[in-house]
């Protein structure tokens, strides 16, 4: 697990970004959480360790549950520091791909949407390429986000996941 420690205008920004994203989870551990009501230790118990902790100066957490690359979410749950959910938020949807837009960086994109399936460099192109899995409405596609060579994106797009086109997963 890594922990991350964030003052100011970026822990707020990471804040708003999880609370802009629309829920949207598995129910069987999202019913037995209560925003407001439920513990960091309920939290861990439902979704296990986080891969990131992000604490914020006023001792909140952002702790992050990416399910990539062989599922279709990324989980963002806040903690207050009360000790209590106040978030719990899936990062990959239609909306929050709508926001990444030509010349955001690579950490705001990452903030937005959670770690990626895969990073692919294309040295010769001088570009990068983050693919995020997601499943609207049972189809298995990829967001892919293209960043040029001072890691701002120059393009995004949606496509068929090759893998599920190809007959299911290798």
Do not use: H
């Amino acid at each position: 697990m890594r922990v991350l420690r964030l003052s100011g205008g970026r822990a707020l920004l990471l804040a708003a970004l999880s609370v802009a994203a629309l829920s949207g989870c598995d129910p069987q551990r999202i019913e037995k959480l209560e925003e407001g009501v439920s513990t960091e230790v309920e939290v861990r118990r439902q979704f296990g360790e986080p891969a990131t902790v992000t604490i914020a100066a006023d001792g909140s957490k952002l702790m992050e549950y990416p399910r990539q690359p062989e599922g279709w979410t990324n989980f963002v749950i806040g903690i207050g520091a009360d000790g209590k959910m106040n978030s719990l938020r899936q990062l990959l949807t239609e909306a929050n791909f709508a926001k990444v837009q030509p010349g955001m960086g690579q950490l705001e994109v990452r903030a937005l949407l959670g770690r990626p399936a895969q990073m692919k460099p294309y040295p010769l192109k001088t570009e990068e390429v983050w693919d995020w899995r997601f499943k609207p409405q049972n189809e298995s596609r990829l967001f892919s986000v293209t960043f040029d060579s001072a890691g701002k994106v120059s393009a995004t797009g949606i496509a068929d996941d090759p893998r599920e086109s190809q007959g299911g997963r290798n």
